[in-house]
């Protein structure tokens, strides 16, 4: 799975000016992340439908948009879910460098862990080995 990360300006409308574009592309956003840098810039991390569609129209757009793989780990919404996973990754000894969540609606309602690490291939065995499962990309994608 792959999130898109937008090297963005910290000025009144530039934030708007990234949806409008994937508004006008017909791009879902189904997660999203923005921080302060300094210096008044900022990155935007989006978890979308269709990544590499949504990279080309913010590119074609002149915005700065990269693709970096991802996890995206299930967990249970109640007190302790976050932590218990976060405790899997690390026996893992996997580190996350960004993160941000996502709460599914529904009965049964899951949230989600959006995970970027030091190095995604190196990580994926070794998250395996602890037993855990990232969630497949047409659950978050919705293809």
């Known amino acids: 799975m792959v999130h898109v990360s937008i090297f963005l300006e910290n000025k009144m409308g530039h ?26 810039w900022g990155v935007l991390h989006l978890l ?46 996997v580190n996350i460098i960004n993160a941000y969540g996502q709460l599914a609606r529904g009965d049964n309602a899951q949230a989600y862990l959006i995970a970027d690490v030091d190095d995604y291939d190196a990580a994926l065995p070794l998250i395996k080995a602890q037993g855990l499962n990232p969630v497949e990309d047409n659950i978050i994608y919705k293809n």
């Open 15 to 40: 934030f708007g000016r990234v949806t409008r574009v994937l508004r006008d592309s017909g791009i879902n956003i189904r997660a999203i992340s923005l921080t302060h840098t300094a210096n008044g």
């Open 48 to 93: 979308v439908d269709n990544p590499e569609q949504a990279q080309t129209a913010l590119k074609n757009a002149g915005l700065s948009a990269a693709l970096r793989r991802i996890f995206v780990f299930e967990m249970e919404d109640r007190p302790g879910g976050l932590d218990e996973l976060l405790l899997k990754i690390g026996q893992a000894g």
